[in-house]
């Protein structure tokens, strides 16, 4: 049985995560590394 991932990214790294990512001169390592701490966020709640 596998274990489950329980780390969670802050909302503050998400946040600058995501900038990395949107940014056009972020490198490919970079945005790797950025895509992997979203990842670990708390999924959007549904409504």
Excluded: I
């Amino acid at each position: 049985m596998a274990k489950s991932n329980r780390k969670q990214t802050s909302k503050n790294v998400a946040s600058k995560a995501s900038s990395l990512l949107r940014d056009g001169r972020t490198s490919a390592k970079t945005k790797s590394v950025a895509a992997s701490a979203l990842s670990q966020t708390k999924p959007a709640k549904k409504k």
